[in-house]
């Protein structure tokens, strides 16, 4: 089992920067995959980004590409989604997620998942 916990959203002015952090706890961290998603009022929940065990690989949204960057230390457990010019699009409430296999953007396919951090990022 693995505890993912979720913090650092906030409201913020379009343009803005807002750092996310999941803090896990339970199994080894370092086997796991991590990934972000969000969901926004009235839409399914997407990809955002995800980051290997070891930090080596990353994927993005196309929709994010170049604004947020995943990061992980795996001596704090902890995932990071750093969220540079922030757009209203980006309101949603943004979730971290587990999976003990290799990296994706398949939401169905990660076992352990945050309660989520409300991003409200106003025009």
């Known amino acids: 089992q693995v505890q993912l916990v979720e913090s650092g959203g906030g409201l913020v002015q379009a343009g803005g920067s807002l750092r996310l952090s999941c803090a896990a706890s339970?199994?080894?961290?370092?086997?796991?995959?991590m990934g972000w998603f969000r969901q926004a009022p009235g839409k399914e929940r997407e990809f955002v980004a995800s980051?290997?065990?070891?930090?080596?690989?990353?994927k993005y949204a196309d929709s994010v590409k170049g604004r947020f960057t995943i990061s992980r230390n795996n001596a704090k457990t902890t995932v990071y989604l750093q969220m540079n010019s922030l757009k209203p699009e980006d309101t949603a409430v943004y979730y971290c997620?587990?999976?003990?296999?290799?990296?994706?953007?398949?939401?169905?396919?990660?076992?352990?998942w945050g309660q989520g951090t409300q991003v409200t990022v106003s025009s």
């Open positions: 339970g199994r080894t961290f370092r086997g796991y995959a």
């Open positions: 997620a587990a999976r003990p296999l290799g990296y994706s953007d398949y939401a169905a396919s990660y076992a352990y």
């Open positions: 980051i290997s065990w070891d930090g080596g690989s990353t």
